[in-house]
């Protein structure tokens, strides 16, 4: 491959830099080793640089060092030149693109619901159909079927153009003038449609909802468009009344699928639950849509289902393993029907990845996975699995960092997790980060949010892409229920910054719990640290200051023993450490060009007015300087 976009001169170069390696599965060119033994290399011309002095050598080096700097960014701005400005129609079809093709991999054909759909498209009705069904219940699989199938239901699939957004999986899409713009936008290039006016966020649904009732008039009858709007309950709550923005009526050569939950109930405290019966609302907005439910699957397709994803991974279960698993893809009503009713394809897909750790040789099956009856306990497995791996309190924390906040960025859930004293002692077993870069490494979140991918989305929230569940099972699994108003409070006090009562999170001192550290670090516990938060203000040193009037402190020294020194610890600096250690975290936070404490010399008679203050400071000095 190399070789052949070469002329010959440039070959002969690169076979003798370098060979062809023929064993990787793809082969490689990669570079020959130098044989310093050889004749070709002792003979090669050496040239040697001769320094007048020390100040050429530091020119020459200077130089050098410039000139490879300037080829290097001479480099960088001749390729970026080259780059493509980012098209964010592009940006947003392809992430809906990759969106459909993940979902597309497991999904199970549901012969009924393909047919109740076909039957809509090619009808001649003008209205939306609205596919819905409780959380998990495939709908966007089934949505991201649609766009293979719906081609070829049509004489001529060349003539049929289909645009899907999953709603609430991309930063773009949580906020409905974002999709509808890019719809338009895609519609234009479609169809070669030229826009009268400019668009942009600052426009009112509405304007939008009208322009593109305007644009569907400018299609040509011979075509056909098919618009899927996929988790409509992943919409910001104000964009659930899908009358404002969604036309009522549609073009016979133009049809609208929608999928959705049909009753979203918030929680935002015990007594205040607010309930939006979206699947109500369509109904009374659309009198002549069609609605299609998808309900759980009952135990052969189920069994079905499964079966479909094994063969599509070439892999097998064995009878024993089969046995453990057939009892789950029965169908089970909790007693108290506080779930939906079980499998669904959300429960299915999660047994499915707890099967991908089990090996072959697996004969016994652990007590936690036989009790998995529904989608709630198989997540509760989940999190104890990654618990497993990543710690619990720090993944479960996090976890529930997620569910208080509604959704968070990455740099935030990290600030957060670093204002947690809890999380950093369950992490800080074995060493301590730099005081004055005291917080969670990267690192770990990042291994989380790549095992858990899969059940992420990012969706933007008032202008900034957060990190939130794809599914809302996950919202209400919560295993810190009892510790719910202390993170809370560490929450709205990351948010808070200096309003209000809520304490400066960034300058909180730390304390050690593992007896190791404390032993590593001379007896301390207690530390001042800085963990850079990026919403709070490093105000509390200054708050928290302790003022010497109101909080005396004083040191005994005896200079006599000192002066003796009969063992290693007989010095003013030991003294000194001895009586200070154990709240050095507040003795130490004075105000500016405060002295630390006042001293005191046994046998000697003295008022500390600043002179044996001093005089201890330079004794210490002394025998930390002392060999």
């Known amino acids: 491959m190399l070789t052949s976009v070469l002329n010959d001169k440039e070959s002969d170069l690169v076979n003798e830099v370098y060979r062809l390696d023929e064993n990787p599965l793809y082969p490689i060119y990669i570079i020959l080793p130098v044989d310093t033994e050889s004749e070709e290399w002792k003979e090669t011309e050496k040239q040697l640089v001769n320094w007048l002095d020390k100040s050429d050598q530091d020119i020459y080096l200077t130089t050098f060092q410039e000139n490879i700097f300037t080829a290097i960014k001479r480099q960088i701005d001749y390729h970026m030149a080259q780059v493509r400005p980012k098209d964010i129609l592009y940006e947003e079809v392809l992430e809906n693109a990759i969106q459909c093709k993940m979902l597309n991999k497991r999904h199970f054909p549901c012969e009924n619901i393909l047919t109740k759909v076909k039957s809509f498209v090619l009808s001649n009705t003008s209205q939306p159909c609205i596919i819905y069904g409780n959380s998990g219940t495939g709908k966007s699989s089934m949505m991201a079927h649609l766009i293979l199938k719906i081609p070829y239901w049509f004489l001529d699939p060349n003539s049929v153009s289909v645009i899907i957004r999953f709603l609430g999986t991309t930063p773009l899409s949580s906020d409905i003038r974002r999709p509808l713009i890019s719809i338009i936008h895609q519609i234009c290039a479609l169809y070669h449609i030229d826009l009268s006016l400019s668009l ?29 709007f996929d988790s409509i309950d992943q919409l910001q709550t104000e964009n659930y009344d899908c009358s404002i923005w969604l036309p009522v009526n549609y073009p016979q050569n133009i049809k609208c699928i929608l999928s959705t939950i049909p009753v979203i109930v918030e929680t935002h405290t015990t007594h205040n639950k607010k309930e939006y019966k979206i699947v109500e609302g369509l109904m009374s907005h659309f009198n002549d849509a069609t609605f299609i439910e998808i309900t759980k699957f009952d135990e052969h397709l189920a069994q079905q289902v499964f079966d479909s994803w094994l063969q599509h991974d070439h892999r097998r279960l064995t009878p024993l393993q089969m046995n453990w698993l057939k009892p789950k893809l029965k169908s089970y009503i909790p007693p108290d029907r506080s779930d939906d009713p079980e499998p669904t394809p959300l429960f299915l897909s999660l047994l499915y990845d707890i099967t991908l750790t089990w090996y072959s040789f697996d004969n016994e099956a652990e007590d936690n996975f036989l009790s998995i009856k529904r989608t709630y306990d198989a997540i509760k497995y989940l999190y104890n699995q990654m618990s497993k791996k990543h710690g619990e309190v720090l993944f479960k924390r996090a976890m529930t960092y997620f569910v208080l906040a509604g959704g968070l960025t990455d740099i935030e859930l990290e600030d957060i997790l670093s204002a947690d004293n809890i999380v950093l002692q369950s992490v800080f077993v074995h060493y301590l980060p730099p005081l004055n870069i005291f917080r969670l490494p990267s690192i770990l979140w990042i291994r989380i949010r790549n095992d858990m991918q899969k059940y992420l989305v990012e969706k933007d929230v008032d202008n900034t892409s957060v990190i939130y569940f794809y599914h809302r099972s996950f919202e209400h699994y919560n295993p810190f229920s009892r510790e719910i108003p202390k993170l809370e409070f560490i929450r709205r006090a990351y948010f808070a910054e200096n309003i209000g009562n809520f304490p400066n999170l960034n300058d909180q001192p730390f304390e050690i719990k593992s007896k190791k550290l404390i032993k590593k670090n001379n007896g301390i516990s207690l530390f001042v640290v800085n963990r850079c938060l ?62 630390v404490w006042k001293a005191t010399y046994v046998g000697m008679f003295s008022i500390d007015q600043g002179g044996s203050y001093r005089d201890s400071i330079t004794r210490i000095c002394a025998d930390l300087c002392s060999t």
């Open 200 to 228: 942009n966020d600052s426009m009112i649904v509405q304007e939008l909802k009208q322009l593109l009732e305007q644009i569907f008039t400018k299609i040509p009858t011979n075509e056909r468009l098919v618009l899927l």
């Open 534 to 595: 990026t919403k709070q203000l490093p105000a509390a040193l200054t708050k928290t200051a302790v003022n010497l009037e109101s909080s005396e402190i004083n040191i005994k020294f005896d200079i006599v023993k000192a002066s003796i020194a009969e063992h290693p610890e007989d010095n003013m600096f030991y003294e000194a450490y001895k009586q200070l250690k154990s709240d050095a975290s507040q003795i130490f936070r004075r105000t500016e060009d405060e002295q």
